[in-house]
């Protein structure tokens, strides 16, 4: 959403965005800023809440992902690994991963619900 809003807004600063022209979900009908917008996307650099941000033909182009373990016990956490784009998941401290009878790391997900977002 944040490179959303930089993108129309440094497309309104440099070609004057007409907001007359409304969007509609309903029409299959392409809005005619639709690729500038796209293309400004694509230029904005920023810091989010994962880190730098930036796209790359519409895709973001970098994305470090910390894994935590959570000790219910002390209500504390420990990074055990990470994830990124370029080289997916590297867990550095498997022996504090709990295992199932099969010897396969027993990994949680949490998500948190920020409507209408999952974070």
């Known amino acids: 959403l944040l490179v959303v809003a930089y993108g129309v807004m440094a497309m309104d600063y440099s070609q004057g965005l007409d907001t007359r022209n409304r969007v509609?979900?309903?029409?299959?009908?392409?809005?005619e800023y639709g690729s500038?917008?796209?293309?400004?996307?694509n230029s904005v650099q920023t810091a989010g809440l994962t880190g730098d941000i930036s796209l790359r033909?519409?895709?973001?182009?970098?994305?470090?992902?910390d894994?935590?373990?959570?000790?219910?016990?002390?209500?504390?956490?420990d990074k055990i690994g990470r994830?990124?784009?370029q080289s997916g998941l590297d867990i550095n401290r498997t022996v504090l991963i709990?295992?199932?009878?099969?010897?396969i790391p027993h990994l949680m997900v949490?998500?948190?619900?920020?409507?209408?977002?999952?974070?």
Do not use: I, Q
């Open 24 to 31: 509609s979900c309903a029409k299959e009908k392409p809005w």
């Open 36 to 41: 500038s917008l796209f293309n400004y996307m």
């Open 57 to 65: 033909s519409g895709k973001r182009s970098s994305l470090d992902l």
């Open 67 to 77: 894994l935590m373990m959570f000790h219910a016990e002390t209500r504390l956490t």
């Open 83 to 85: 994830w990124n784009l």
């Open 98 to 103: 709990p295992t199932k009878d099969t010897g």
């Open 110 to 119: 949490v998500t948190r619900e920020e409507p209408p977002y999952v974070m």
